[in-house]
């Protein structure tokens, strides 16, 4: 069976994705260059729609370029063992997590010079001596 060619936009509207990042991700390799139609249209089809849906949500959770593609690779082998693609999860996980900790310290820190006082004038004023390294 011959799946229906889909025009770029009718693409776009499917996948929820702009154009310029179709193209983008054609560019770094996350897409495959789709055939092109005689008047050298991009062709694409719904395994394309699929996959930039998958590309999305994989943004959306914040995998980078390089897990993408290789979650990508993984999942054209679906009789495989999850292992990989576990192990790319959970490398993220933790850094998501290291992240947390780091803003979670960054929020501390600016609640600190925040209460810390006079809120008058800038020569008085704790977040630009904290900023300057004169605040302990």
Excluded: W
């Excluded at 998958?54 to 679906?78: K, N, T």
């Amino acid at each position: 069976m011959i799946e229906d060619v889909l025009a770029i936009g009718t693409v776009s509207r499917l996948a929820r994705f702009k154009i310029s990042t179709m193209r983008y991700d054609e560019s770094v390799g996350l897409l495959p260059a789709p055939p092109r139609s005689e008047g050298n249209r991009r062709a694409f089809c719904m395994a394309d729609v699929r996959r930039l849906m998958f590309i999305r949500h994989s943004r959306a959770l914040g995998f980078g370029l390089d897990a993408i593609r290789q979650l990508l690779q993984l999942a054209e082998m679906p009789e495989e063992p999850c292992d990989e693609a576990d192990a790319i999860a959970r490398e993220h996980l933790e850094a998501i997590r290291r992240k947390i900790d780091q803003l979670t310290a960054l929020s501390g820190e600016l609640k600190t010079m925040l209460d810390r006082g006079a809120h008058g004038t800038i020569a008085e004023c704790r977040v630009i001596e904290a900023l300057a390294g004169e605040d302990g």
